[in-house]
C-alpha cells in the first residue's frame, strides 16, 4: 500500500530532499500535502511534478500566482499560514514530515497529533518549546514521533530490539561546525556568509546558524530528552568532526551501540518514511578507509556558550527552553540580516533567560504567550 506523506516545509531543505526520496520510492509513497512559506515557484514546479491532492502557500499575496499555474492541474490551492495549520487537520494522508523551521512548525504538528497522524519529525524546535505537551499528546493519540534529525534518528535504531534495557546514557555526537577550535576574538568578526559554511551538511540557513554557534546541539540535547523521555544527566554531548557516527546509546551493562554511515540527511529522511522497514538505497556507502581516522572531543563551552545555555535551560525545564528558542531564532535571523554580531547571539539569549517570566508548569496558551514576550524582548535588545 502507498504511504501517503504530506510534507509540511516542502520547499527547505530538509522537505527537498524528502521529495528526492518519495519520488525514488514512488511504488512505496506519495506526496499528498505540499506546504511553503514564501516561496511560491519552488512550491508550483513541485506541485506541477509530484500531483499532491493540496499545496499551501503561507504568503497569501501569492495565492493567484500558484492557483494560476496549477489552474490545469487536480490541486487544491490553499493560502496563508492559518491555512498551513488547518490543512494538518484533513484525513488526506498518513504521515506528517514535520520540515517547517522554527516555532512556526509547532501548530501544524499539534493539529496532525490531534488528527492521528503518524510524525516524522524534522523540527526539534517544536519539542524545544512545548516537548511535554507535544509528546503527552501523541501517547494519548497513540501516535508514533518518529525522528528525522540524524542524531535522534541514530539514536532510535539503537534502541530497536532492546525492548524495556534501560538506558545509561546517550552520546550525542557534533561535528563541531565550522568553527570548532576558534576563540572568542576570532569569531567576534565572523561574517554570515562564513558561518553559513558547514563542513559536512547541506543544511537550511537557521541550522547552519545554530550548528555553527553549537545552539543546534543544545536543541537536540533538548529535543532527546522528550523524544526517548530522559534525565537531562543521561544526555551528553561529545564534538566528532567526521559525522560517521550520528549518535550512541550506553546500555547498562556498558555496551555502546553507534549508527554509523556517510552524512546524508536522505538516510533519516526515507527510514522515517519506511519505518520500520528499511528500504534500498543508492546512497553512496561509507568505506572505512575514508576517512579511516574517527576522532573525538569535548565541545568547548566557554566559547560556545550558547551549549551550556541551553543544558541550563534543560535543566530548570517549564518555558525556559521556549525563553531559549524564541530569543535564539530572533537573533540568528538578526544575525543573517547582518544586525548583530556572531557573538551577540548568545547575548540575546542569555538576556531573554534572565528577563522574561519563567513559568514552572506552563500550559499551552502560556508557551504561546511566552513565545511572543521573548521575542519582543529580543528584538527589543536589537534594536538597541
Ligand atoms: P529550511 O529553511 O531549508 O526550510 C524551512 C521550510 O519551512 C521551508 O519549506 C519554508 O517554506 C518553511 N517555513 C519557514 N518559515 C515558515 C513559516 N513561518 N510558516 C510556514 N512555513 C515556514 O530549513 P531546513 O534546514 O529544511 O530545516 C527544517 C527543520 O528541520 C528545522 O527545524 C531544522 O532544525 C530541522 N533539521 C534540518 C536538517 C537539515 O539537514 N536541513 C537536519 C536536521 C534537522
Ligand atoms: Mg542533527
Known sequence: MIKRIAIFGSTGSIGRQALEVIEAHSD???????????????????SLKFKPNIAVIGDDRKYKMVKDALAKTDVKVFAGEQSINEVASIDCYDLMLAAIVGYAGLQSTLNAIDAGKTIALANKETLVVAGDIVMRKAYEKKVPVIPVDSEHSAIFQCLIGEGRNKIEKIILTASGGPFRGKKPNYLMNVKRDHALQHPNWSMGA???????????????????????????????????????????????????????????????????????????????????KNP???????????????????????????????????????AVYAFLRNRIGFMDITEVVEQAMGKVQYINHPTLEEYYYTDGEARSFAASMIQM
Open 28 to 46: 512505496k509513497f506519495s506526496a499528498e500535502v505540499l506546504t511553503a512559506h514564501t516561496n511560491a515557484e519552488l512550491l508550483i514546479e513541485q
Open 206 to 288: 537557521k541550522i547552519t546558524i545554530d550548528s555553527a554557534t553549537l545552539m543546534n546541539k543544545g536543541l537536540e540535547m533538548i529535543e532527546a530528552k522528550w523524544l526517548f523521555n530522559l534525565d537531562p544527566r543521561q544526555i551528553e554531548v561529545l564534538i566528532h568532526p567526521q559525522s560517521i557516527i550520528h549518535s550512541m546509546v550506553q546500555y547498562e551493562d556498558g555496551s555502546i551501540k553507534a549508527q554509523m554511515g556517510l552524512p546524508d540527511m536522505k538516510l533519516p529522511i526515507q527510514y522515517a518514511l519506511s519505518f520500520p522497514r528499511r528500504i534500498k538505497s543508492d546512497f553512496p556507502r561509507y568505506n572505512f
Open 292 to 330: 579511516a581516522t574517527l576522532t573525538f572531543e569535548e565541545p568547548d563551552t566557554k566559547t560556545f556558550r550558547n551549549l551550556p545555555l541551553a543544558i541550563e535551560a534543560m535543566h530548570k525545564g517549564g518555558n525556559m527552553p521556549c525563553i531559549l528558542n524564541a530569543a535564539n531564532e530572533i
